[in-house]
């Protein structure tokens, strides 16, 4: 038995050889020491057999077998160009530590060669693997497993995460039990729905302490997990491409990458690799010494009626309130009025903009700001010139349900890429454009793995061509949230929901994964325009200023407290927003369920704000204390609070932290807490904390 093992410090993760199969982890967890005997680790992994079971355990390796009698979900999955199955058995393993670690097995007698490749990364500590499948002829593929790994048998649940329109990142808290829990995502895109991650928490784990095990699959085309715990109680974990969406046969297939990474101290653990990972490891930034700019987006205050003196005035508000980038929304094309046409013809609107985008742009500019502009490259509706010109272009049957009055183009198409390509590279060249908000408001027809592909491929040519120009995902919010699209993007927009109460819990729960580098978070219209609740402007403010702030409201709406209040909020997170683009966002245990609170803590831990949300009444009268988290225990922190204005003349009692600012040790603030002051629900109470 040979084995080998992946160390960065925060985990380590053994893999073993035996028998002549597939490699096969038998450790994940806490790191072990150098010395340990990896033999006797090995050793120790196997279980005993007993009655009712094969005489040998087939292994749970890498990708689990059927053709080695594996009774739970094989790894792979695959027909031969007469559509017969293939059972695949691989040996013969060969290893490449030169960069990482690089495990190649083959079956001669099937033609196929598997490649798994794991490498660690020490600062962020993430292990990113990947399987690739190569075939000496052309195959039918209809499942490929990312490396697949074993799930700890002493958690009692596990948490993945689901969503719908408006109320993205909520998550699930499933017992394991036998059998398995299955997420499928067949729209097409990574969706509201299902996003593509797990946390597998042990017993007794909160956000700041305990043992986690956590899991991302970087693909935007929909991915399928299966988390399945076998009769003799083992466990696994599979990701991977949506199962038969892998139309073409082939002989070279590979999966996304699946990022791992392991934490003893809590979800927040499993969190903060995530968001280093994705923002210095992903991401690719234009201008990465440029401050993170204040948006502002006019969708909320025109929608599609695009007159540019309103617009030269909107803008000249917006930049008032301390807004550096003027984003124009959907509505400058074509014939654009309504979302019933246009999409697809890339073309500025003469009626709406008689002298082209200049105007506007030089106004924007004559402000201070830079522009931005929406597309949606890969819809396009019936009533177009395009459609007309193009309707097989069209990606699904003729008779297809509609999404949005809109069709979806098929980008596996190299025309399509091309056209799509010469329209908005002329709308870049012929405009100084900083910025693309790139929309995807409907599923596709049916899923298919090549339409990502495309995408990526189109992204990625404009990037080589624009490679100034920073890119937002959006997809009717958050519906394209993942490290493959973000790997090509630098922001997101999380939710089309600007209420903050929803955005509240929405950004609290992304951050297992997301920093706040690339979430983008807006100031909405006093009266949502998807809850149709009316929120005030403090609440609104702060809670945007959790992420990348930035404003989507008509400001011509707002009274003279409204402007003075954004325009402070603003001004603090421009003070602030340096430090706080490489913060860490820690979740923080709150006692009391009417508060959703989080701490950002900067790379060094030197300062940190805390931001305790509160969406509805709480049960008892007194704020429960709030205790922090990631600080030096023995070092001393001075804490004050910066939004003392907002108290209540309800809060009459003598709260230190309402007139003093507190000096007090890391041990009391994690152990015992912050003690605010009492106020109404929908408000948000900034604590900013400076070690001394």
Sequence with gaps: ?????????????????????????????????????????CAAHAIDVTGGMLDQNPDLSICPEAGRSFQGQA??????????PVLPVFGNTVVDQSNGLTLTSTDSANGLKLTVHFVT???????????????????????????VIPAPQQAVEMIDVSGRWCDEFQLNRTPWTAGVHMRENRTGRTGHEHFPGLLIPSAGTTNTQGACHAFHYGWSGGHTMFAEELQDGRRQVQFGHATRTQMAAGRHFRTAPLYLTYSDTGLNGCAVSFQRHLRDRIVTWPKPDTARPVHY???????????????KDIAARAA?????????????????DDDTTSLGDWVIDPRKFPDGLTPLIDHVHSLGMTFGIWFEPEMVNKDSDVYRTNPDWVLGPVDQILGRQQNVLDMALPAVRDYLYDHIATVLRGNDVDYIKWDHNRVLPAPDAAQTHGTYALIDRLRADFPAVEIESCASGG???????????????????????????????AALFLPSAVTG???GPRVCHTSGRTLDITFRAWVAAQRHMGFEMDPRELDAREVAVLSQVTSWWKDNRDWMRRADILRLDSADPAVTAEQQLAADGARFVVFAGKSTTSRQIAPRPLPLTGLDPAAFYRISLKNRAEISTLSRG????????????????????????????ERMWVVEGTRL
């Design 75 to 84: 790894g792979l999955i695959l027909n031969d160009e007469t559509g017969a």
């Design 121 to 147: 990364d020490p600062q962020t500590h993430v292990i990113t693997c990947q399987t690739t499948l190569d075939a000496d002829r052309p195959v039918q593929l209809h499942w490929l497993a990312a490396p």
């Design 479 to 509: 519906g394209r949230i993942d490290f493959g699209i973000l790997s090509r993007t630098q922001r997101v927009w999380l939710s089309d929901s600007n209420d903050a109460i929803e955005r509240l819990r929405i950004q609290h729960d």
């Design 654 to 681: 003598t709260t230190a932290l309402k007139d003093q600012t507190l000096e007090l040790s890391g041990a009391y603030l994690m152990r015992h807490g912050i003690t605010l002051p009492w106020s109404f629900p």
């Design 1 to 41: 038995m040979d084995a080998y093992r992946l160390d960065d410090g925060q985990q380590t993760l053994v893999l073993a050889v035996a028998g002549g199969g597939l490699p096969q982890v038998v450790y994940w967890g806490a790191p072990l020491p150098e010395t340990e005997d990896l033999t006797a680790i």
């Design 521 to 523: 978070s807006h100031v």
């Design 320 to 336: 008032a309130l301390g807004a550096e980038r003027f984003v124009l929304d959907d509505g400058w094309f074509g014939k654009r």
């Design 297 to 311: 987006n006019c969708w909320e205050a025109v929608y599609f009626n695009h007159d540019l003196p309103e617009l």
